[in-house]
């Protein structure tokens, strides 16, 4: 749930495969991870769903900056500008070295495929869709963190918390500038090509300073008609992705929509801004809790000054207003501060600070989908389970991470 800022440093072994009489084949293998540890301290923090009893709290807290990882990475040069590559990583947390999710060593990533420079590269396996990869260029997350920096409980998939079982993504040359990718994720039930299945598609420009990215995804229900989400859903993180006291009241949709355009700016090297705008709709079916789609429009902007080459400093804002539906007559509306501070001792390791602030108004509904509740805070990614228990949220962290 963490930024995208540093490159993987790693240790590449490179070796051929001598077989009589076959030209031999370029190979490389790079094994890479991310220690990050940080102390965070909120001001009020409650259980999901729950409006009372919140309380002060400083903590512990794992992969701030960016969570920790270890994976490995690799590519085969077959010849003639094609290549065989591949990409597995784990998510853990360096508090306890607890795996990030049960039974899933890769659950991060998990996926093998071919590029090839004329005509692309195709992957398949667990992976994030074609939106993700779009968008990523100029999402808040890269200098402000998943943390505190990703809009209200990361309801728009700026972060990596998102992935997809069974994927097979293309993605275009870039060809003057220009990039497109498309992704499919087989839902694998017999009977219904459909049923719990995922897709995205975008697109990505970049010339000079500019750039722009847009995409959209679609996670369906493997619940026929929604309900509880089913375990054959392709978007699953051992359960439904994205669940936070924004939408928390929605969890039983059929499917989950989400067009987002980021852009940005570099002014200098060392000066750029980026702006975003996301529309997120949950789509109700029979079996849903929710009668009325729920929509969610989001409009972000960070300024990022990078100083003597080792200090970053950046400051966002971001609004997030929901639609008036399922009986609400004023919808939730939430308004997001972020600063973000990083210092390197080197090109592997470096010390940062975070702080955010958030308040919530208007009203969502309640864990039951029916019932109509005040919309409480919850600052990026880093609270989806643990929000504020009331409209007001403030976080202020700082850590060590380290690249391997």
Not at 71 to 81: A, I, K, P, Q, Y
Not at 128 to 143: C, D, F, G, K, R
Not at 250 to 263: C, I, K, L, P, S
């Amino acid at each position: 749930m963490k930024t995208r800022k540093g490159l993987f440093v790693g240790l590449s072994v490179v070796c051929a495969t001598a077989v009589p009489g076959i030209t031999h084949a370029q190979s490389s293998v790079t094994l890479y991870g991310v220690i990050d540890n940080g102390i965070a301290y909120s001001n009020s923090q409650t259980t999901l769903g729950s409006t009372h009893g919140g309380a002060h709290n400083i903590q512990l807290s794992p992969g701030i900056w960016e969570g920790s990882k270890f994976g490995m990475t690799g590519s085969e040069d077959l010849g003639g500008g094609l290549s065989a590559i591949f990409n597995l990583m784990s998510r853990f947390s360096s508090a306890n070295g607890n795996a990030q999710f049960a039974g899933a060593m890769f659950a991060q990533q998990a996926w093998v495929g071919l590029k090839d420079q004329t005509y692309g590269s195709l992957t398949l396996g667990r992976q994030y869709l074609s939106y993700y990869w779009m968008i990523a260029p100029y999402s808040p997350t890269n200098w402000l963190t998943g943390f505190s920096g990703a809009h209200p409980g990361d309801l728009d998939n700026f972060d990596t918390d998102y992935k997809t079982n069974n994927t097979a993504l293309y993605t275009t040359p870039t060809v003057h500038g220009f990039t497109a990718s498309a992704s499919y994720a087989l839902g694998g039930t017999p009977g219904s090509l459909n049923t719990g299945s995922s897709w995205s598609a975008g697109a990505k420009y970049k010339m000079g300073p500019f750039g722009i990215g847009a995409g959209f995804e679609r996670f369906n229900n493997a619940t026929p008609g929604g309900g509880a989400w089913g375990a054959n859903s392709t978007a699953t993180n051992n359960g439904q992705q994205g669940v936070s006291a924004v939408t928390n009241g929605y969890q039983t949709a059929a499917a989950q929509d989400r067009f987002a355009v980021t852009g940005g700016y570099a002014f200098t090297p060392d000066v750029d801004l980026s702006l975003s705008y996301s529309n997120v709709q949950y789509v109700p079916g029979i079996g849903s809790a929710f009668k009325s789609q729920a929509v969610w429009n989001t409009f972000g902007a960070v300024m990022h000054y990078r100083v003597a080459t080792v200090w970053d400093f950046s400051a966002g804002y971001s609004y997030t207003r929901a639609s008036k539906a399922n009986g609400i007559t004023n919808g939730a509306q939430y308004q997001q501060g972020s600063l973000a501070e990083f210092y390197s001792l080197s090109k592997r390791t470096g010390l940062y600070m975070v702080q955010a602030y958030q308040r919530a108004n208007g009203q969502t509904l309640g864990s039951n989908g029916v019932s109509i509740i005040a919309a409480t805070a919850s600052i990026g990614d880093g609270f989806n389970s643990s929000p504020s228990s009331s409209r007001s949220m403030v976080t202020v962290a700082a850590g060590v991470v380290h690249h391997f």
